[in-house]
């Protein structure tokens, strides 16, 4: 049996005496959506919501009819001639003229579409969200071949991107089929077609929504849709398995550990949806905010009695465990079988004492197995607070940070009179770390209480070699670095002054951060230590320099007669714990350790002490 100094509800965290002004995921901003240059340009008055997003004019296609379009992964200029060949109430089904198409085949996949995917995504997400930029109430799918990449499909958001903008966009709600990897007649065409449907009505509705949940609500529509968890990601769920210490709420770059965030998003989607119900799911899609801080305002909106922490704390027993009579089958999955066991990484005590220190990622987990009989002091110690960007504010405990979702344009805006002054000086200090000249911060100034902007920028900021119009920061920073910009061009009146962190659709770095903000004039300059601040945030987030870490730990006991036992290990305000186990003949204990902070990928350090006691 498990004997514990105490009982704990929950999970096992420093719950009591932490810092009054720690943040949580309750404290997320909303964060205003970057789809393209288009959203700056008509933000800033430089261009009018029609110019930009039309509706374009389009025409209604008949069977037989010919079109050009821009193929997916094609780099130049020139389009190519497409045949429609099958048209239903919600889509176009393009060809390329030397494409032999099966006309059967592509009745049933056109068949499949319209009586399972349109309505389940119509149940699942209403019908609020509007057509491409050409106003076609159908949306257009592309099938084609010779994709370099080898994908089965894909969504470009780069066709709600004008063309003024963006020479190869279609201007049109498109979904690209690769026929090389999904055959008309494959169950994988279908599956495609859920999936990037969800991630096209995503855009429309959502267009930041973090990858990994994106991800994880295309892959649940492949589940809802009726296709197996095998087929939809039977290899990508055995990646994550077999490397559970995993950053549930991040995104790779990196092709080869790709398999292993969708893994871990589907499942950790289909637990959600098993556990709290479809309704659940749908708030989730509509709630304001992004990634965890979704979950967490989903799980608020629907009156569960519990956090996002809570519920990744059994997520992981569950990846574990998958038994239906352990705690009423709170840590079981219902509608999927899981391809491979988790397996423990076994600690060897030996006759004495073992300490094991490790680290891990933040909402990732470490297994730790236990295999030979006998009773065991064990000890954990977790640490109590971790960086949220890797940077220490350039003065006192506190700085505001860009937060660092993709697609998205963060502001943090002050107003100022520069009536009276002969010079006019904007100062801060910046830290910044973003993909470079893909992803950049401005400065931005308005005469005219922000009906029009111009950038401005100081000796730091760069120019040209990237869409930014104008100075621009971009890559990373050399440390906290100060800045002053000559407003003087300002003087005699009211001036409104911004700082804008725009990013594109791909993986976002650790973003931007900003102190000590003011007119040097003015003899005010915000050190942001306290809340009451005259700079108002738009997706920006006053934080201190660190965050309280918070751990879930378990301790599951098989026996060889006897379903599998769980506690969770209560600990202390300072992040440690003890218990004494007793691990039976023939049984085993696993010692399941998560990690959870909010708005950081930053690893976490702890130690675990096992120690064999006499019998």
């Known amino acids: 049996m498990l004997v514990a100094s105490s009982v704990l509800v929950g999970v096992a965290g420093a719950q009591d005496g932490r810092r009054a002004d720690t943040l949580s995921w309750s404290d997320a901003p909303v964060v205003p959506r970057y789809r393209s240059q288009a959203d700056w340009l008509v933000d800033v008055g430089w261009e009018t919501t029609e110019s930009m997003y039309g509706p374009f004019p389009f025409r209604e296609y008949e069977v037989g009819d010919e079109?050009?379009?821009?193929?997916?992964?094609?780099?130049?200029?020139?389009?190519?001639?497409?045949?429609?060949?099958?048209?239903?109430?919600?889509?176009?089904?393009?060809?390329?003229?030397?494409?032999?198409?099966?006309?059967?085949?592509?009745?049933?996949?056109?068949?499949?579409?319209?009586?399972?995917?349109?309505?389940?995504?119509?149940?699942?997400?209403?019908?609020?969200?509007?057509?491409?930029?050409?106003?076609?109430?159908?949306?257009?799918?592309?099938?084609?071949?010779?994709?370099?990449?080898?994908?089965?499909?894909?969504?470009?958001?780069?066709?709600?991107?004008?063309?003024?903008?963006?020479?190869?966009?279609?201007?049109?709600?498109?979904?690209?089929?690769?026929?090389?990897?999904?055959?008309?007649?494959?169950?994988?065409?279908?599956?495609?077609?859920?999936?990037?449907?969800?991630?096209?009505?995503?855009?429309?509705?959502?267009?930041?929504?973090?990858?990994?949940?994106?991800?994880?609500?295309?892959?649940?529509?492949?589940?809802?849709?009726?296709?197996?968890?095998?087929?939809?990601?039977?290899?990508?769920?055995?990646?994550?398995?077999?490397?559970?210490?995993?950053?549930?709420?991040?995104?790779?770059?990196?092709?080869?550990?790709?398999?292993?965030?969708?893994?871990?998003?589907?499942?950790?989607?289909?637990?959600?949806?098993?556990?709290?119900?479809?309704?659940?799911?749908?708030?989730?899609?509509?709630?304001?905010?992004?990634?965890?801080?979704?979950?967490?305002?989903?799980?608020?909106?629907?009156?569960?009695?519990?956090?996002?922490?809570?519920?990744?704390?059994?997520?992981?027993?569950?990846?574990?465990?998958?038994?239906?009579?352990?705690?009423?089958?709170?840590?079981?999955?219902?509608?999927?079988?899981?391809?491979?066991q988790l397996r423990p990484d076994r600690l060897y005590p030996g006759e004495d004492c073992l300490t094991h220190t490790d680290t891990v990622n933040q909402y990732g987990a470490d297994y730790l197995g236990l295999i030979e009989p006998g009773v065991y002091d064990i000890s954990f110690d977790g640490s109590d607070d971790v960086l949220v960007m890797g940077a220490d504010p350039a003065s006192g405990d506190y700085m505001w940070w860009s937060y660092n979702n993709a697609s998205s344009a963060t502001r943090l805006t002050a107003a100022f009179d520069l009536?009276?002054?002969?010079?006019?000086?904007?100062?801060?200090?910046?830290?910044?770390?973003?993909?470079?000249?893909?992803?950049?911060?401005?400065?931005?100034v308005s005469p005219d209480w922000g009906i029009s902007w111009q950038v401005v920028g100081g000796p730091g900021a760069a120019s040209g070699g990237s869409d930014a119009p104008g100075a621009y920061y971009t890559g990373r920073s050399a440390g906290w670095t100060t800045e002053q910009i000559d407003l003087s061009a300002y003087i005699g009146g009211p001036v409104t002054v911004r700082f804008e962190y725009l990013t594109d659709t791909s993986n976002t770095l650790s973003g931007v951060a900003l102190d000590n903000l003011g007119i040097v004039e003015l003899g005010f300059v915000d050190d942001v230590e306290s809340p009451d601040s005259p700079w108002s945030p738009d997706g920006f987030l006053r934080i201190p320099d660190t965050v309280v870490q918070d751990w879930t730990v378990s301790i599951v006991i098989h026996s060889p007669d006897s379903p599998p036992m769980v506690q969770r290990l209560p600990l202390d305000v300072l992040n440690t714990g003890r218990a004494s186990i007793t691990v039976p003949d023939g049984g085993s204990a696993t010692i399941v350790i998560g990690a959870m902070a909010p708005f950081t990928s930053e690893l976490a350090d702890y130690k675990v002490t096992v120690q064999r006691c006499a019998e």
Not at 270 to 295: H, N
Not at 313 to 334: E, I, K, M, R
Not at 420 to 436: I, Y
Request: net charge negative; glycine share 6%.
């Open 419 to 444: 009536s009276g002054l002969e010079t006019a000086t904007l100062t801060f200090d910046a830290w910044w770390d973003v993909e470079n000249r893909f992803d950049w911060l401005q400065v931005l």
């Open 67 to 340: 079109e050009s379009f821009f193929p997916l992964e094609q780099f130049n200029s020139t389009p190519r001639t497409f045949v429609l060949r099958y048209r239903t109430a919600h889509a176009y089904f393009w060809f390329e003229p030397d494409t032999v198409v099966d006309e059967d085949e592509l009745a049933a996949a056109a068949a499949f579409f319209e009586d399972h995917i349109w309505p389940l995504h119509v149940s699942l997400f209403g019908e609020s969200w509007n057509p491409g930029l050409d106003g076609d109430p159908r949306l257009h799918i592309l099938n084609q071949r010779e994709i370099t990449s080898r994908i089965a499909g894909a969504f470009n958001p780069n066709d709600f991107c004008p063309q003024s903008l963006c020479f190869n966009s279609n201007q049109r709600a498109i979904i690209y089929i690769n026929l090389d990897t999904a055959p008309l007649n494959s169950e994988s065409y279908l599956t495609t077609l859920a999936h990037e449907h969800q991630h096209l009505i995503r855009h429309i509705v959502d267009g930041n929504e973090q990858r990994w949940l994106n991800e994880g609500l295309s892959q649940l529509t492949e589940h809802f849709n009726g296709f197996t968890p095998r087929y939809i990601s039977g290899g990508n769920m055995a990646d994550f398995l077999s490397q559970p210490d995993h950053h549930l709420n991040g995104w790779s770059s990196n092709g080869y550990e790709l398999g292993r965030y969708y893994g871990a998003s589907y499942l950790f989607l289909v637990y959600l949806y098993e556990r709290f119900g479809l309704d659940y799911i749908q708030q989730i899609t509509l709630s304001q905010y992004d990634g965890m801080a979704a979950i967490q305002d989903a799980l608020v909106r629907t009156g569960q009695n519990v956090n996002v922490d809570q519920v990744f704390s059994d997520w992981l027993l569950a990846n574990y465990l998958d038994d239906p009579y352990v705690d009423g089958g709170l840590y079981y999955y219902q509608t999927l079988d899981l391809p491979i």
